[in-house]
């Protein structure tokens, strides 16, 4: 299947899960590889088809070359609503960077942050509630004070990259 096809089917698959969602009030899993999909196209990463792989993709170029990547997505629906969570992230396993790649409510890519495995580590052992940190649990909201924001809708790949920390 070419590139094209597969850009396609992306487009139709976003389309379904947002007339899903309005029509019944449940959410599709497709999430995830829709991330993969979108994170690989706007950072230039290489895909991993291996279901047993604890990485997603690895980089080709730049600051993310040969680094071992996990994708996570989440789509934001309501954004008064308490903080959601990412899903599980180890920093125990074999991995360099976690990608986290927030949707709008028609699964169209808002922003792309990522964390390297130290900062998700750190952030994860200063956590009070131990079974959150065991599941390695962690809010959209911490993980964007973590991790740098890499990709916007509006700009594409962040050139400066935007440090929330600065005064």
Do not use: C
Request: aromatic share 6%; hydrophobic share 35%; proline share 3%.
């Amino acid at each position: 299947m070419d590139l094209y096809s597969i850009d396609k089917l992306m487009h139709e698959t976003r389309q379904l899960a947002a007339k899903y969602r309005e029509a019944t009030g449940s959410t599709l899993p497709i999430t995830g590889e829709i991330a993969r999909f979108d994170a690989a196209r706007a950072l230039n990463l290489s895909l991993i088809n291996d279901p047993n792989s604890p990485i997603d993709a690895t980089g080709k170029e730049g600051s993310r070359q040969d680094k071992r990547i996990i994708i996570k997505g989440r789509a934001i629906f309501d954004s008064s609503k308490a903080s959601p969570r990412i899903g599980q992230l180890n920093p125990e396993q074999d991995w360099d960077l976690a990608v986290l790649v927030l949707f709008d409510e028609h699964y169209e890519v808002d922003e792309i942050y990522e964390a390297s495995r130290e900062a998700i580590a750190e952030a994860l052992d200063n956590k009070k509630d131990s079974n959150r940190k065991k599941r390695g649990a962690m809010s959209i909201a911490q993980f964007k004070i973590i991790g740098e924001r890499v990709w916007t809708r509006e700009n594409g790949s962040e050139t400066e990259v935007w440090d929330n920390q600065d005064d």
